[in-house]
């Protein structure tokens, strides 16, 4: 009887087998088309130096070569009575740098003014207007190794964050903050810690911590960056970050939608922002050492 | 001052109809019910002989037709069973109770519907379809698990809402507008096994009826349809029994007489051993078979019934299901979700006259979900973890007092009113690490949803008549929290007393349905319904989870309301041995739920901050030709249609099509008996791919390659298309022992539908590659059934 018993579970086993195939495969997909639409990464910083601006286009979806830079564009950024122009990068299509340098101050507005070259499928003109942020100072800043993880073969350690800063008066709570190791080249857009956390108090003064996980040695230096954005901009950096690949088994994803700049009222990608950051360079110490 | 406008309207219709009535009368009532097994009959058929007058029994097997005095040949028939004739001098009022013996003919064992044969061209009903148990049996079934819901998924109208969906979207609604009721108590979600099966045991089920178009006013709380499921009463006769053994499932359903004739029980259950096989099958052949999968249900359906005289009866049943998994890694790494239904639902049956009959009923029912997970590491040598419970439910207690007041052969007037009250735990977590306990509540809520209706169903010459009018009603009630909402953020919190009612939604609901029968083979029907939903889910997965969160109207979130116009044209052929429909309808939807862009679905205690509402409307043409009985029976169901929102303050300003839009949608059911003890079946289904978001285009921000859309749902999923076929093979019977070997084979072609469509960048070339996950290839079964 067990015999015959086992002989049916092994049939039943069998057919499951049988039936089992890996579930997901590679396919071919065939992605519309759309007309290109430009692409603007620009931005206005609180430090000294020639700004850039790109203007790049869109292209199909699996599309994976580099954008393509658009040229002979009129780039120019106003500020107040004083207008300052850009000018192509030749060895980078699609680069514009101010002529001469300067650096963004505190509750100026700046506004963008570009002429693409006369293209049906471009606009005539692309506009943004963004004010500087009244941002927050780094005056002091430490970092503490608070504890230690062995997982597998790697160990871990969680790197404890602090810093406290002031602004003229807090109108802006709307920061990126992140940390840049030494000889590291830091990313162009690190979003780690994108937030809209109040900790201004009435003396102006912010006091922040955040967290990290990875391997850090005692006596590294680190810089410590904030950076204090416009309440826009902070809108269209969280829609970037949530863009995500759509769909999961359950439809667990978060709704769709594209993240929406401040260019010609989205129409044109991307955002042109005013940044003002600050950084301050510390040593990292351990728990022990505190 | 608008219930003493309903009073009116109840006063004028039976003042109306009392005029018209009958100046001397005589009434023949009670109930018809199965010769073997004392089940009550529903929709049996009661005519006087020679004439078109007569009534059909209601969903307790309950009738009562009213004539002058006379001698009278009465003819009671039920498809399926021997007819029977009586002649009554009726003189006085007659209270007879009729037992129909089931054919014993083959032909007649195959059916599709158990009605009259041309009831599908005589009644008034539009936009519904009745599917019995045993034709539910008949359809070959993935895994060898017969399924009400995968059944309803072949008719005209009705589309899954994933592959592996239990969901369903009817002409063109979310799934969250159907109303799925098990003996009268509300399933919130009835999927078992993440929707591979439904909640609903087949050998537990007597009945089911879908209303797609018109639903009687006697219903409501959902815009799309009502999906009315009826379990067995219970053999008064005898000891019976019936069960299968599957790959994954078994099953034992038993029905007694507790007391002849008088009172019965009867009881099913069933379990998955689906975790047993895949542990045994990977120890067995661990390569093969990669890992376990330790998942299983389990349900369980009880009815009883008591007849406490000839005019009143009580029943109680009741369901509960719950589906469990265990992925731990050890005892320190613990998931552990559940989820499950319940519904408990107490009727009493009461013959207050000859005319009026009452049912009075008490529902309770629930919903809920837990997720136990505990995580632990080590860290300085010692063990430290974190653990937390989290936890939803819906729970509803409602009281239904129901009236069928049949006046006349020509006017049967049904009015009544329910009441159910809500509470919504939408997520509780509690949980604790090695150094703090934490409790995360969000604000609970309660609502008490209440309706009062009348209708009548009229005859008059030709023409067939159903209307009626609903007053429906939302009471939101403390104790709670409600935000205040100012262009879509939360700007202030109101906090309300425990019983304190503080916001009120109501509307009239008109419904009203035509039948001209240009004969008794062919006609034209048309109707109109308006319907409105204060239940919602809030959830962005089109095709539906354990975590699904139902919430209620309130003062942020607006009733859904649907109007809905159908015509339909009738006609059977061949002596209705072909039966065919075609229907078309066009419906409007306001307020329709959508979440804005980047919402945060999950875990959001102002989740209606996210919500944006606007228009739906959904059309299409519906043709369904059916073969009821005979050696060959089957039916073909083909839908066109198009469904489409349009939303406020969403990226997409214009009509766009709504994840439901299936446009062609086409389902072959056939069923051939070779022999008494040999039956083929098949099954085939071709529909379009729904729906989905693709980007149109890629472009970077300092970096980041990002996805643009060029619109919402712009993109379909490949066709879907499906062939499965069935072998019944019949044992011999011995005295009243049946059993049958039950061998099928689902998605025959392997056809590698999509479940999930989905796009990722490969990291380092950032090339974009498209994967198509499918669940359910080719799917061999065998079960083995028997019944006594």
């Known amino acids: ?290 | 001052m608008k219930l003493s406008l309903f009073q009116t309207t109840i006063a004028t219709f039976i003042l109306f109809f009392s005029v018209s009535g009958f100046s001397q009368e005589v009434t023949l009532h009670g109930y018809v019910k199965d010769g073997d097994n004392g089940e009550a009959l529903i929709g049996a058929n009661i005519f006087v002989k020679g004439t078109a007058t007569g009534t059909v029994t209601n969903v307790y097997g309950f009738y009562s037709l009213t004539l002058k005095p006379d001698n009278y040949t009465i003819v009671y028939s039920y498809v399926g069973y021997e007819e029977k004739e009586i002649t009554f001098d009726l003189t006085r009022d007659v209270q007879q109770t009729i037992e129909l013996q089931p054919a014993k003919t083959a032909l007649d064992e195959v059916i599709v519907t158990a009605e009259k044969q041309n009831s599908n061209v005589t009644n008034t009903k539009i936009g519904i379809d009745k599917l019995d148990a045993k034709t539910i049996e008949q359809i070959p079934a993935m895994m060898g698990e017969v399924d009400v819901i995968k059944s309803l998924q072949l008719l005209p109208g009705v589309v899954p809402t994933g592959e592996i969906s239990s969901g369903m979207s009817i002409r063109g609604g979310g799934r969250d507008q159907n109303l799925v009721l098990l003996d009268e108590g509300t399933v919130y979600n009835a999927s078992h096994a993440l929707g591979l099966f439904s909640v609903f045991n087949n050998d537990a089920i007597k009945n089911v009826e879908l209303y797609k178009g018109i639903i009687p006013s006697q219903y409501g709380g959902r815009l799309s349809s009502l999906i009315d499921i009826r379990m067995k009463d219970g053999n008064s006769k005898n000891f019976s029994g019936k069960g299968s053994i599957g790959l994954i499932t078994s099953k034992l359903t038993l029905e007694a007489p507790i007391i002849k004739d008088k009172s019965s029980i009867m009881l099913s259950g069933r379990r998955t051993y689906l975790d047993l096989l895949t542990k045994a099958a990977h120890k067995m052949f661990p390569k093969e078979v990669p890992g376990e999968l330790p998942v299983y249900f389990y349900d369980f359906n009880a009815k009883v019934n008591y007849s406490i005289n000839s005019n009143n009866r009580l029943y109680l049943s009741g369901y509960f299901g719950r589906d469990n998994a265990d992925f731990s890694v050890d005892d320190e790494n613990i998931f552990r979700p559940g989820w499950g239904n319940y519904t408990g639902t107490l009727r009493w049956n009461h013959i207050v006259n000859k005319k009026l009959f009452t049912n009075i009923t008490l529902i309770t029912s629930q919903y809920d979900y837990d997720i136990y997970n505990k995580f632990a590491w080590e860290e300085d040598e010692e063990t430290k973890y974190t653990e937390f419970n989290w936890t939803a439910q819906l729970r509803d207690q409602a009281l239904k007092a129901d009236f069928g007041y049949f006046l006349n052969p020509n006017n049967t007037i049904r009015f009544g009113m329910s009441s159910i009250y809500h509470e919504f735990d939408l997520a509780r977590i509690k949980g604790k690490t090695d150094t703090v306990d934490f409790n995360f509540h969000f604000p609970q809520k309660y609502s008490l949803e209440s309706a009062f209706y009348v209708g009548n169903e009229q005859k008059h010459g030709k023409f067939a008549l159903e209307y009626g009018l609903r007053l429906s009603v939302l009471n939101n009630i403390g104790k709670t929290d409600e935000y205040t909402l100012k262009n879509y953020e939360v700007v202030d919190t109101t906090s309300y007393r425990k019983g304190e009612f503080y916001n009120t939604e109501w509307g009239l609901e008109p419904r009203i349905s035509v039948n001209y029968t240009v004969n008794d083979k062919n006609s034209v029907k048309a109707g109109y319904a308006r319907t409105r939903q204060y239940l919602h889910i809030a959830s962005s997965s089109e095709s539906g989870t354990p975590l699904d969160v139902w919430m209620p109207s309130g003062p942020n979130v607006n009733p859904q309301i649907a109007d809905q116009v159908t015509i339909g044209f009738y006609k059977n052929m061949f002596d209705d041995y072909l039966q065919l429909s075609f229907e078309t309808y066009y419906k409007w939807m306001q307020n329709t739920i959508e979440f804005k862009d980047f919402a945060q679905p999950y875990l959001n205690p102002s989740i209606e901050s996210d919500f944006r509402f606007g228009r739906g409307r959904a059309y299409g043409l519906e043709f369904l030709g059916r073969v009821p009985r005979g050696k060959f029976s089957g039916w073909v169901s083909y839908t066109l249609s198009r469904s489409e929102r349009k939303i406020r303050d969403i990226q997409e300003k214009n009509w766009y099509l709504s994840p439901f839009d299936v446009t062609h949608n086409l389902s072959v059911v056939g069923q051939f008996e070779v022999t008494k003890r040999l039956f083929l079946s098949s099954n085939y289904v071709l529909m379009s791919g729904r729906p989905f978001n693709v980007p149109s285009a890629r472009w970077n921000y300092y970096g980041w390659i990002l996805p643009y859309y060029d619109g919402k749902n712009t993109s379909r999923y490949p066709n879907y298309r499906r062939l499965d076929l069935g072998i019944e093979l019949k044992n011999k019977p011995k005295k009243r022992y049946e059993s049958s070997w039950v061998f099928s084979v689902y998605n025959v072609l392997n056809t590698k539908n999509a479940n999930l469509i989905y796009f990722e960048q490969e990291y380092n070339s950032q090339v974009t590659q498209a994967y198509r996950q499918s669940l359910l290839g080719r799917i061999y079964s065998v079960s083995f059934n028997f019944k006594f």
């Not at chain 1, 071919?28 to 088309?33: A, I, K, L, P, S």
Request: charged share 25%; glycine share 6%; hydrophobic share 35%.
């Open chain 1, 1 to 290: 009887m067990n015999r015959y018993i086992n002989a049916v579970y092994v049939f039943i086993i069998l057919l499951m087998i049988f039936g089992c195939e890996d579930p997901v495969k590679k396919i071919d997909w065939d992605y519309h088309e759309m007309p290109p639409k430009l692409i603007i990464n620009g931005k206005i910083t609180n430090e000294y130096k020639q700004h850039e601006i790109l203007i790049t286009q869109t292209q199909q979806y699996d599309d994976s070569r580099a954008f393509k830079g658009i040229e002979d564009c009129d780039v120019r950024v106003h500020a107040g009575t004083t207008s300052y122009e850009y000018h192509a990068v030749g060895s980078h299509p699609g680069l514009y740098r101010s002529a001469i340098a300067f650096a963004g101050t505190r509750n100026q507005q700046y506004e963008l003014e570009i002429y693409p070259p006369d293209n049906n499928e471009y606009p005539d003109v692309i506009t943004a207007t963004e004010t500087m942020p009244d941002g927050v100072d780094i005056h002091q800043a430490a970092a503490y190794i608070t504890d230690t993880y062995e997982y597998e073969d790697t160990v871990e350690m969680s790197l404890m964050v602090y810093y406290e800063g002031s602004s003229e008066k807090p109108v802006n709570n709307y920061f990126i903050q992140y940390i840049v190791r030494q000889d590291e080249v830091p990313p162009a857009l690190n979003l780690d810690i994108l937030t809209s956390e109040e900790y201004m108090e009435e003396d102006s003064v912010r006091i922040a911590y955040f967290g990290y996980f990875d391997y850090y040695q005692a006596g590294e230096s680190i810089d410590v960056v904030v950076k204090t954005i416009t309440e826009t901009h902070f809108r269209f950096l969280e829609g970037v970050r949530r863009i995500s690949e759509p769909g999961d088994i359950f439809g667990f994803s978060t709704p769709i939608g594209n993240a929406q700049g401040n260019l010609n009222e989205g129409d044109v990608l991307g955002f042109f922002s005013t940044e003002y950051e600050s950084t301050k360079k510390v040593a990292i110490i351990s728990y022990a050492m505190k």
